[in-house]
């Protein structure tokens, strides 16, 4: 007995063309527009840091000279005599100044000299030391000066003030040390205090202070 053999069916799986399997993984407009984006935010972020780190540079690594500001100067003592030639002047004066330090890092100062003159003599000096002035501080130096008018030659102009009850004197300070900005930026700072005033001799007082 013969058995007729049939043709077995299609096979239900068939391969896709290239065109089918192109439009199946065709990227969507979506991720174009991502892609093309991802440069601007690049840019955008570059541009950011550079501006935090010239506000940081202009401010934190900027340094400025610290401020030396006398405040006031008393009289503790005074001793005097106008009379030609035997003209003489001994006083005793207490100075109250400041250092502002408007840095951020400490601020390291070396020793130096207050000091006090009468037409360009000094007649009184007093050493301010040295020390140190932290981020942002201000420190009060305060320091007593003793005045002798055994410097002066000029004796005769002493007198002469003296009988008029005023003596017009300059105070001076010069202060040398080094800011150090967050441990890496060292930098030699100079503050310098120049002032005058009025020593009213029958009032026993300073007045007049201008620096």
């Excluded at 007729?4 to 979506?30: A, Y």
């Excluded at 570059?46 to 934190?60: E, G, H, N």
């Excluded at 410097?151 to 040398?176: C, G, Q, W």
Aim: contains cysteine.
């Amino acid at each position: 007995m013969f058995h007729q053999l049939r043709p077995s069916p299609p096979s239900k799986f068939h391969r896709r063309s290239d065109e089918e399997f192109s439009q199946v993984f065709k990227p969507g407009p979506s991720s174009r527009g991502r892609s093309s984006k991802c440069p601007v935010y690049l840019l955008t972020a570059f541009v950011v840091l550079c501006v935090v780190a010239l506000i940081f540079s202009l401010i934190v690594l900027r340094p400025a000279h610290p401020e030396l500001a006398l405040l006031d100067v008393s009289v503790k003592s005074l001793n005097y005599t106008s009379d030609y030639p035997a003209t003489w002047l001994d006083a005793t004066l207490a100075v109250q100044a400041t250092l502002k330090n408007t840095n951020f890092g400490r601020f390291e100062f070396e020793n130096s000299n207050l000091t006090m003159s009468y037409n360009g003599t000094v007649i009184g000096e007093k050493a301010l030391g040295n020390g140190t002035v932290w981020s942002r501080e201000t420190k009060h130096v305060d320091v007593v000066v003793a005045v002798r008018s055994s410097r002066i030659s000029d004796l005769k102009n002493l007198s002469s003030d003296m009988s008029d009850n005023v003596l017009e004197l300059t105070s001076y300070a010069e202060l040398r040390g080094t800011v150090h900005l967050i441990k890496i930026v060292k930098r030699r700072l100079t503050s310098v205090m120049n002032c005058t005033m009025s020593l009213d001799l029958s009032n026993r007082r300073v007045q007049h202070l201008i620096c």
